[in-house]
């Protein structure tokens, strides 16, 4: 009688919560639901039935473990002393010897950049360490526009692009650039490191594979870290090795049938070297293995080709084959920003999606017009701007690389920025390591800045290419860095010339510097 009457109670309160669960809206939807599953697939109702109760467990259940076991007890004079032992590290490594000389040493520019500038310390030198390759900031033309700009439109947009930051003169900049260079369209950035670093993971994604030169730029790798895609490198500017990592990739995803999306990054003329690329073999490289290619053209865009449109006119390649050309307006041009030219729809998806362009103030409208009319000047008469620097170029180059037995030129003919490194045979002979070069350019540097010309080192974050490839490492040959202007006549630039060259030869032929004798050239 007494599991009857149980029985009983029972359904009459599983009775009462059915009749309870109706009055639920949406219930009779969820019955239903529950019935046909059942008839039709018992197991997966149990399956889902399980997954239910797990999962209002894993809601109630705590975010870490309250068990005392867990935890130590400490009494007050324990955590006094760990509190005593603890030191924090510092926000920024400590200075080397070198940085801490360079900085005590650190010349203060008053006024406006030029060839010729005043220093704080009252003394006038020759300026070879500014990217004003035309001296364009002289421009009586730009400085007009400029401060005609400045009084129509203020000193900056106070918005980010595409919202209530984007004016006429950027829509006009951005139109101006992708004519000068022959492509669809063109997007202007606020500013120039921060474009490539925000291109790249614009289009690259996790699981995407990017094939980079090992000597790429600071900013490109940056991009490169940010888009988390799979990283494979190439030795530098070996396009045979670029061939051979290509045509690797392509029949490992044959492999595992396992298709994305595949980019090639690299420079026009690298940074760290100087040296220019070979474009055309880079575009059959591309269609042969369907790879999408991001050209970074910030030393070469107002540069090289005869009109300064880079390295697509340079070595004479349609500028449409180029999937992504991107560049800076804050070298030659003596503006500000970046940007990045292609077709409509790569162009127009970065509007949304670059993230230094989305969460950036709009360039400021003076910057733009400054890059318009620069590019004006530079098409206007080329001769006058890249004929005249070019020209100096070859003077500087012949006054330091064949006649001085201590440096080495390895940048491009036509790359106004001459990166010189100590040659092999003099770092072999005295087994000099890379501080030994640093300090002994810092020298140098020294030297030319008593003479009164203005030189400085190729500088930047050491270049770890670790993503893709473990324990590799690029590092780059320390170098003095000169920057040829046309600013100066041809008889200041032979001058400037001779004097770095005496400088060097000054420093490496002092006696503390002369670790194992001279050697001979």
Same mark, same amino acid.
Request: glycine share 6%; net charge neutral; aromatic share 6%.
């Given at each position: 009688?007494?599991?009857?009457?149980?029985?009983?109670?029972?359904?009459?309160?599983?009775?009462?919560?059915?009749?309870?669960?109706?009055?639920?809206?949406?219930?009779?939807?969820?019955?239903?639901?529950?019935?046909?599953?059942?008839?039709?697939?018992?197991?997966?109702?149990?399956?889902?039935?399980?997954?239910?109760?797990?999962?209002?467990?894993?809601?109630?259940?705590?975010?870490?473990?309250?068990?005392?076991?867990?935890?130590?007890?400490?009494?007050?004079?324990?955590?006094?002393?760990?509190?005593?032992?603890?030191?924090?590290?510092?926000?920024?490594?400590?200075?080397?010897?070198?940085?801490?000389?360079?900085?005590?040493?650190?010349?203060?520019?008053?006024?406006?950049?030029?060839?010729?500038?005043?220093?704080?310390?009252?003394?006038?030198?020759?300026?070879?360490?500014?990217?004003?390759?035309?001296?364009?900031?002289?421009?009586?033309?730009?400085?007009?526009?400029?401060?005609?700009?400045?009084?129509?439109?203020?000193?900056?947009?106070?918005?980010?692009?595409?919202?209530?930051?984007?004016?006429?003169?950027?829509?006009?900049?951005?139109?101006?650039?992708?004519?000068?260079?022959?492509?669809?369209?063109?997007?202007?950035?606020?500013?120039?490191?921060?474009?490539?670093?925000?291109?790249?993971?614009?289009?690259?994604?996790?699981?995407?594979?990017?094939?980079?030169?090992?000597?790429?730029?600071?900013?490109?790798?940056?991009?490169?870290?940010?888009?988390?895609?799979?990283?494979?490198?190439?030795?530098?500017?070996?396009?045979?090795?670029?061939?051979?990592?290509?045509?690797?990739?392509?029949?490992?995803?044959?492999?595992?049938?396992?298709?994305?999306?595949?980019?090639?990054?690299?420079?026009?003329?690298?940074?760290?070297?100087?040296?220019?690329?070979?474009?055309?073999?880079?575009?059959?490289?591309?269609?042969?293995?369907?790879?999408?290619?991001?050209?970074?053209?910030?030393?070469?865009?107002?540069?090289?080709?005869?009109?300064?449109?880079?390295?697509?006119?340079?070595?004479?390649?349609?500028?449409?084959?180029?999937?992504?050309?991107?560049?800076?307006?804050?070298?030659?041009?003596?503006?500000?920003?970046?940007?990045?030219?292609?077709?409509?729809? /790569? &162009? @127009?998806?970065? =509007? $949304? %999606? !670059?993230?230094?362009?989305?969460?950036?103030?709009?360039?400021? #409208?003076?910057?733009?017009?400054?890059?318009?009319?620069?590019?004006?000047?530079?098409?206007?008469?080329?001769?006058?701007?890249?004929?005249?620097?070019?020209?100096?170029?070859?003077?500087?180059?012949?006054?330091?690389?064949?006649?001085?037995?201590?440096?080495?030129?390895?940048?491009?003919?036509?790359?106004?920025?001459?990166?010189?490194?100590?040659?092999?045979? /003099? &770092? @072999?002979?005295? =087994? $000099? %390591? !890379?501080?030994?070069?640093?300090?002994?350019?810092?020298?140098? #540097?020294?030297?030319?800045?008593?003479?009164?010309?203005?030189?400085?080192?190729?500088?930047?974050?050491?270049?770890?290419?670790?993503?893709?490839?473990?324990?590799?490492?690029?590092?780059?040959?320390?170098?003095?860095?000169?920057?040829?202007?046309?600013?100066?006549?041809?008889?200041?630039?032979?001058?400037?010339?001779?004097?770095?060259?005496?400088?060097?030869?000054? &420093?490496?032929?002092?006696?503390?510097?002369?670790?194992?004798?001279?050697?001979?050239?």
């Amino acid at each position: 009688m007494e599991l009857q009457e149980l029985q009983t109670h029972l359904t009459e309160w599983l009775n009462e919560a059915i009749a309870a669960f109706q009055k639920v809206p949406g219930s009779a939807v969820l019955i239903r639901y529950v019935r046909s599953s059942y008839q039709n697939d018992p197991v997966r109702s149990a399956i889902e039935l399980v997954l239910v109760i797990f999962f209002i467990r894993y809601l109630m259940a705590p975010a870490y473990s309250t068990s005392k076991q867990n935890f130590i007890k400490l009494t007050d004079d324990e955590i006094d002393e760990l509190v005593d032992e603890w030191t924090p590290e510092p926000l920024v490594p400590n200075m080397t010897v070198l940085e801490e000389m360079e900085s005590e040493k650190l010349p203060i520019i008053v006024g406006a950049t030029g060839p010729k500038s005043k220093l704080a310390n009252g003394r006038t030198v020759t300026n070879l360490a500014s990217y004003n390759f035309y001296n364009l900031n002289a421009n009586e033309q730009i400085k007009e526009k400029a401060i005609q700009t400045l009084r129509t439109y203020g000193v900056g947009p106070c918005g980010p692009p595409q919202f209530y930051g984007t004016q006429d003169v950027h829509m006009r900049a951005e139109a101006d650039i992708a004519n000068y260079i022959g492509t669809e369209g063109c997007i202007v950035y606020a500013q120039a490191f921060s474009t490539i670093s925000s291109v790249i993971p614009a289009f690259c994604k996790r699981g995407d594979i990017i094939v980079a030169d090992r000597a790429v730029n600071y900013s490109i790798r940056r991009g490169l870290e940010i888009s988390r895609s799979n990283i494979r490198w190439y030795a530098h500017n070996d396009l045979d090795d670029l061939e051979r990592v290509m045509a690797k990739v392509v029949a490992e995803q044959a492999r595992t049938k396992k298709l994305t999306r595949r980019f090639l990054v690299t420079e026009a003329l690298f940074e760290t070297t100087g040296e220019m690329n070979d474009l055309p073999r880079l575009i059959e490289l591309k269609e042969k293995y369907k790879f999408r290619i991001m050209l970074d053209e910030t030393w070469s865009f107002g540069v090289l080709g005869r009109t300064g449109r880079g390295l697509t006119e340079a070595q004479n390649v349609d500028p449409t084959q180029v999937d992504m050309i991107v560049g800076s307006l804050a070298g030659p041009l003596c503006a500000g920003g970046g940007f990045c030219a292609g077709p409509k729809d /790569v &162009v @127009e998806h970065q =509007r $949304l %999606t !670059a993230a230094s362009y989305t969460f950036s103030a709009a360039l400021p #409208a003076m910057l733009a017009i400054i890059a318009s009319e620069s590019l004006h000047v530079i098409q206007e008469n080329p001769e006058a701007t890249l004929g005249v620097c070019r020209e100096n170029i070859r003077l500087m180059r012949a006054q330091l690389d064949p006649k001085s037995d201590w440096v080495i030129c390895t940048s491009a003919p036509e790359n106004p920025i001459l990166l010189l490194v100590l040659k092999p045979q /003099v &770092v @072999e002979a005295r =087994r $000099l %390591t !890379a501080e030994d070069q640093e300090r002994l350019l810092q020298e140098v #540097a020294d030297e030319c800045l008593a003479n009164n010309i203005l030189v400085t080192r190729l500088k930047g974050a050491p270049i770890t290419t670790h993503m893709g490839l473990k324990d590799n490492v690029y590092t780059a040959t320390p170098a003095l860095k000169v920057c040829v202007t046309s600013g100066l006549s041809k008889k200041e630039t032979e001058k400037a010339g001779i004097a770095i060259r005496h400088a060097i030869t000054k &420093v490496m032929t002092k006696k503390g510097n002369n670790k194992l004798g001279v050697p001979t050239a």
